[in-house]
């Protein structure tokens, strides 16, 4: 018997690890755009390095709590194992994570000023991932680099640059996770955005959760009702969760996150 289980896990530990993804790094990479740098994370699924084929991308943003507990503010989302987990099931993508860059989060991810937070370098910041750093993953990855294949997605802050880059940039972005988004920022500017904004071709995931306070849910049933107002079909084109018991917390969008994939890959995965 003992035997016989030394040889199975001889057999399927090689098949774990090479489902398993692997992390590079991109070093110091230049933002003229917003006048720093940072160092940015390139995930590659297990199968990356046994082929020649080309993956999908999604743009991150709070890259240092997505991988690693060591880096995060308040635990990570666990990624690395969802991926590999998303990899074995055939849902695969490259994960592109820009880690904020401190104080200045807020200022970067809000494309809206709000006369008590600030903010209002969302439009430098798109700028930069559009035209210094997708470009570099695209030359030095192979990607689909066309908006079918390109995503974008973050949390809380995260999840509002990530709504706004989707409506604001439907040349680049084909589909979106805004998970418990900043909706409230600037008295909801994202909303009316939402509701001049023509209806997008894709796939927008959107979610709350319950024990974030009833504002957050407010603001989110709302978006939700102005997307199905524009046609954007429920299951197809938008798939909204409220999670019963999910916290502001990365470890709530982590677990989200990884239930999300297969919607927003349905129709984009490696080629």
């Known amino acids: 018997m003992r035997r016989q289980m030394e ?11 090479a489902r398993e993804g692997v992390l590079h790094t991109l070093p110091g990479v230049a ?76 200022d970067e991810y809000t494309p809206f000023t709000d006369a008590n937070a600030g903010g209002g370098l969302g439009d430098r910041y798109l700028d930069f991932l559009i035209d210094s750093v997708k470009p570099l993953v695209d030359e030095r990855f192979r990607t689909l680099p066309d908006r079918a294949h390109t995503g974008i997605a973050g949390s809380s802050l995260g ?21 418990s988004p900043a909706l409230w920022f600037s008295h909801g500017a994202i909303l009316e955005l939402a509701e001049r904004a023509p209806k997008i071709p894709g796939r927008i995931y959107l979610d709350v959760g319950l024990r974030e306070g009833a504002r957050h849910v407010a603001f989110a049933r709302r978006l939700r009702d102005t ?7 429920p299951g197809q084109e938008l798939q909204f969760v409220e999670d019963e018991h999910g916290k502001h917390h990365e470890s709530a969008w982590g677990r989200r996150f990884r239930k999300a994939l297969p919607f927003l890959l349905r129709n984009g995965g490696p080629a």
């Open 31 to 106: 933002s003229p755009q917003l006048g720093n740098a940072r160092d940015i994370l390139v995930y590659t699924p297990g199968s990356y390095a046994r082929g020649t084929t080309r993956y999908p991308v999604i743009y991150m943003h709070d890259g240092q709590n997505l991988f690693d507990p060591a880096t995060s503010f308040a635990g990570d989302w666990g990624l690395k194992a969802a991926l590999a987990r998303g990899s074995r099931r055939g849902v695969e993508t490259m994960i592109v994570a820009v880690p904020n860059m401190g104080t200045a989060r807020i």
């Open 227 to 233: 997307l199905i107002a524009k046609g954007y079909a």
């Open 7 to 17: 040889r199975l896990l001889r057999l399927i530990l090689p098949w774990r690890r």
């Open 159 to 179: 999840g509002l640059i990530s709504l706004y880059a989707y409506l604001d940039r439907p040349d680049v972005f084909g589909f979106v996770a805004a998970l």
